[in-house]
């Protein structure tokens, strides 16, 4: 957590003197409760971030309860200054994400299960999409995330990949 003696504002977030902290500035209930995924993606992101956990601020640290429809998606997406940890709580996932050009943009997925986890190294374009029968649920753990986040219709033409129909086609989905 920021703390500090003077009225400073770190990352934008205001620095609580240390005298005054408390337990709600490093708590955050609920998680525990399905998101709504009635949307386009059939996906639901809980955040548990600094704007709910103040405590959060200048630490490089956010988690994400993720709701999946059946068939509902993550779209690919990067995190430029952080690396993700994804944890299935229920359900069947296939993730993955795309090499750096310095290792030929392979594709590395993996289908997960109850129990499985699977990291996403920092700035890759990456994705989860629930492939199962039933609804699913992850634990997502970044460590510092951009706000606001990048749109993904930006994606292909800063990583040079506008002429790959597969990736466009893979954003408009």
């Known amino acids: 957590m920021c703390v500090c003696v003077l009225v400073v ?3 934008g977030k205001f620095c609580k ?3 005054l902290a408390t337990a709600e500035d490093f708590f955050l ?7 709504n995924t009635t949307n386009r993606l059939g996906v639901n992101e809980t955040e548990a971030n600094v704007e709910q956990i103040p405590g959060l601020n200048t630490l490089g640290v956010s988690a994400f309860r993720i709701d999946y ?3 509902g998606q993550s779209p690919p997406h990067i995190h430029p200054r952080a ?3 994804l944890l299935v709580l229920e359900g069947t996932l296939y993730a993955g994400f795309v ?4 290792l030929n943009n392979t594709l590395i997925t993996k289908v997960l299960h109850e129990g499985d986890v699977f990291v996403f190294p920092i700035g890759l374009i990456h994705f989860h999409v629930n492939i199962g029968k039933t609804s699913a649920v992850a634990y997502s753990d970044a460590v510092f995330g951009s706000d606001p986040p990048i749109d993904p219709y930006a994606l292909p033409r ?3 990949l506008e002429s790959s129909p597969n990736v466009v086609k893979a954003l408009q989905t």
């Open 17 to 19: 003197d240390p005298k």
């Open 158 to 160: 800063a990583f040079q």
């Open 9 to 11: 504002f770190v990352n």
């Open 69 to 71: 429809a059946p068939n």
């Open 99 to 102: 090499t750096s050009d310095n």
């Open 29 to 35: 209930s609920g998680l525990n409760k399905p998101g």
């Open 83 to 85: 690396s993700e940890i």
